[in-house]
């Protein structure tokens, strides 16, 4: 079992920027990537990053890209998603996820097997 903690959330006005924090414990050695997520009211989960663990390798949701950036830091088994020249649009439940499952794409909700509690970001026009 893999846990994952959120945090960095909050409110922000249209511009700004946030940095949220995704803690994973447990059977982290197992952990093949991590992704970020998002759940607008009343719409569906969709992705926004993730990263393979052990290589590095980056993906970004094409509404986020230039403005959004994951990284993590191996020592920590943290993974953060930096968030720059937010979008009211952006608004959302954010959830850090993880998988053990070797992948070429891991986009889809679907490949993860541990998710985070959430945490709410608001971006303000």
């Known amino acids: 079992q893999v846990q994952l903690v959120e945090s960095g959330g909050g409110l922000v006005q249209a511009g700004g920027s946030l940095r949220l924090s995704c803690a994973a414990s447990?059977?982290?050695?197992?952990?093949?990537?991590m992704g970020w997520f998002r759940q607008a009211l009343g719409k569906e989960r969709d992705f926004v990053a993730a990263?393979?663990?052990?290589?590095?390798?980056?993906y970004l949701a094409d509404s986020v890209k230039g403005r959004f950036t994951i990284s993590r830091d191996n020592a920590k088994n943290t993974v953060y998603l930096q968030m720059n020249s937010l979008k009211p649009e952006d608004t959302a439940v954010y959830f850090c996820?993880?998988?053990?499952?070797?992948?070429?794409?891991?986009?889809?909700?679907?490949?993860?097997?541990?998710w985070g509690q959430g945490t709410q970001v608001t971006v303000s026009s």
């Open positions: 990263i393979k663990w052990n290589v590095g390798r980056t």
């Open positions: 447990g059977r982290t050695f197992s952990t093949y990537a």
């Open positions: 996820a993880a998988t053990s499952r070797s992948r070429e794409v891991i986009v889809s909700t679907t490949l993860y097997d541990y």
